[in-house]
């Protein structure tokens, strides 16, 4: 597909708890071989012809979702995470059989629509874990900021991943943030 590109993967990646339960099986769903890795940075070694802001050298990354349907109104509506069709980063199944792998390997071949551009200054050990944990504790702040320039109380249960980088995150966006560290 021409909206394609090869991005190659430097061990840079980051395990998040999700693949920990996958590469366990923890979750009864794994099949093997299994190579983790949701959280990825990469940098583009080539292009189909059809993507047009992005170039070899660029820094990319991808989240947990690595394709979908690319027509339902859950993907025309940037959520493809509600498209039936969605086939995740790690642990899926292409339309033509073959398994995906995270980013663990050496090199993906990951479709444009599901890459977002990593800002040169950016670390690759800064900028990975923003891809899963970073993206999950953003998207509910974000709803609920909406606009509005009232503070806003933000409440984080736990302290893990997620958690620290939803306090980030808050912080940052001007949330007067509370942390219950005993949540489990
Ligand atoms: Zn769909």
């Known amino acids: 597909m021409e909206g394609r ?55 990319v990354g991808l989240g947990c979702i690595a394709w979908s349907c690319g027509e339902c109104s859950s993907f025309l509506s940037k959520l493809e995470q509600y498209c039936s069709k969605k086939i995740p980063t790690v642990n899926g199944t292409y339309q033509d059989g073959t398994l995906t792998h995270g980013g663990f390997s050496s090199a993906m071949v990951v479709h444009q629509s599901f890459v977002v551009r990593i800002p040169e200054k950016l670390a690759p050990e800064q900028a990975a874990p923003l891809l899963c944990a970073g993206v999950t504790a ?7 900021l909406n606009g509005s320039n009232k503070l806003l109380r933000g409440g984080i249960l736990g302290l893990g991943g997620v958690g620290h980088l939803g306090v980030t995150v808050a912080k940052a966006m001007g949330y007067h943030v509370t942390v219950d560290k005993l949540f489990h």
């Not at 990646?13 to 099986?25: G, K």
């Not at 794994?30 to 949701?38: A, E, F, Q, S, W």
């Not at 953003?138 to 609920?144: A, D, G, I, M, W």
């Open 138 to 144: 953003y998207s509910p702040l974000k709803q609920f």
């Open 5 to 59: 590109m090869t991005v190659r993967l430097a061990a840079k990646d980051t395990t998040d708890h999700t693949d920990l339960h996958q590469m366990r099986n923890e979750i009864h769903s794994t099949t093997y071989p299994l190579v983790p890795g949701r959280e990825v940075w990469g940098e583009i070694v080539e292009l189909g012809s059809e993507v047009k802001n992005l170039k070899a050298g660029n820094k």
